[in-house]
């Protein structure tokens, strides 16, 4: 049975950060491509930023904000985000993809005054 938990969600206030973790079981971690997604009230779900190996991806938005790393013997992959905005409020989902994707169930983040 796959399980993506995330954490580390919250209210932050604009320009603070914030440091998600999604810890994976039931899967051999070092061989998926890791993501985080996130979704605001009435928007789709967008790609933040995807790890595979040592490469990541980054959408525009938060490209010089927000880092993606992971740590293989822990099963486990990290958004630094830094410089919040209020923009950046959303729930955001860790996703494993390989020949399958799973997700995790998501953590708010909130950017506000």
């Known amino acids: 049975q796959v399980q993506l938990v995330e954490s580390g969600g919250g209210l932050v206030h604009p320009g603070g950060s914030l440091r998600l973790s999604c810890t994976a079981s039931g899967i051999i971690f070092s061989a998926y491509t890791m993501g985080w997604y996130r979704q605001a009230p009435g928007k789709q779900r967008e790609l933040v930023a995807t790890?595979?190996?040592?490469?990541?991806n980054y959408a525009d938005s938060v490209k010089g904000r927000f880092t993606i790393s992971r740590t293989n013997t822990r099963n486990t992959v990290y958004l630094q985000m830094n410089d919040l905005k209020p923009e950046d409020t959303a729930v955001y989902y860790c996703?494993?993809?390989?020949?399958?994707?799973?997700w995790g169930q998501g953590t708010q983040v909130t950017v506000a005054s």
């Open positions: 996703k494993a993809s390989r020949y399958s994707a799973y």
């Open positions: 790890i595979t190996g040592g490469n990541s």
